[in-house]
């Protein structure tokens, strides 16, 4: 795998603070990107435990921290409201369709900022920074991008949600 490359940033800034830090039920579970003032884009396993046979998880479980770092949460938190995913992941665990969404209960993207969403020509090589919550990192409270090549993946059919939702 090569060197670890990750570094570690205070979030007090855009866009590291509209990256948000997902619990479940108190514990560290996952992290999510601000796309809009009340919606996250995560990963699906995050919301659905993918295939027919999955479960959603509960929306009263949940908590968006945006900017979180080492028990500093700027911003407060957010609940969710509901919960999405796509299709080919909600019925049949499809790992290129591993995708989800939290509708949240708050428009904290309006204080933070959050990111846009687009269809980009393909830009192979490019270098990009992904910010995340890893779970091999600080016990995941402190946030950690990394610098890394994109790469053009099969598209996992989202935009399109399924029309099963959270209760």
């Known amino acids: 795998m090569g060197a670890d490359t990750r570094f570690q940033v205070t979030?007090?800034?855009?866009?590291?603070?509209?990256?948000?830090?997902?619990?479940y039920n108190g514990s560290t579970h996952c992290t999510g990107?601000?796309?809009?003032?009340?919606?996250?884009?995560?990963?699906?396993?995050?919301?659905?435990?993918?295939?027919?046979?999955?479960?959603?998880?509960?929306?009263?479980?949940?908590?968006?921290?945006?900017?979180?770092?080492?028990?500093?949460?700027p911003y407060g938190f957010c609940d969710a409201k509901e919960l999405y995913s796509s299709a080919g992941w909600?019925?049949?665990?499809?790992?290129?369709?591993?995708i989800g969404l939290i509708k949240l209960n708050c428009s904290?993207?309006?204080?933070?900022?959050?990111f846009s969403y687009f269809v980009a020509d393909a830009v192979d090589g490019k270098l990009v920074t992904i910010n995340g919550y890893p779970g091999d990192k600080e016990?995941?409270?402190?946030?950690?991008?990394?610098?890394?090549?994109y790469c053009v993946l099969p598209?996992?059919?989202f935009i399109t949600t399924t029309t099963?939702?959270?209760?």
Request: proline share 8%; net charge neutral; aromatic share 10%.
């Open 11 to 23: 979030p007090t800034s855009y866009p590291e603070r509209a990256v948000s830090l997902i619990t």
């Open 33 to 73: 990107w601000l796309i809009s003032k009340d919606t996250l884009v995560t990963a699906g396993h995050c919301v659905h435990s993918g295939g027919s046979s999955g479960k959603w998880g509960s929306t009263a479980a949940f908590r968006v921290y945006p900017g979180y770092s080492n028990g500093y949460a």
């Open 90 to 98: 909600v019925l049949s665990g499809d790992s290129n369709a591993d």
């Open 108 to 114: 904290v993207g309006n204080s933070t900022g959050y």
């Open 139 to 149: 016990d995941a409270h402190q946030q950690w991008p990394v610098m890394a090549p």
């Open 155 to 157: 598209p996992p059919g």
């Open 164 to 167: 099963q939702r959270a209760a």
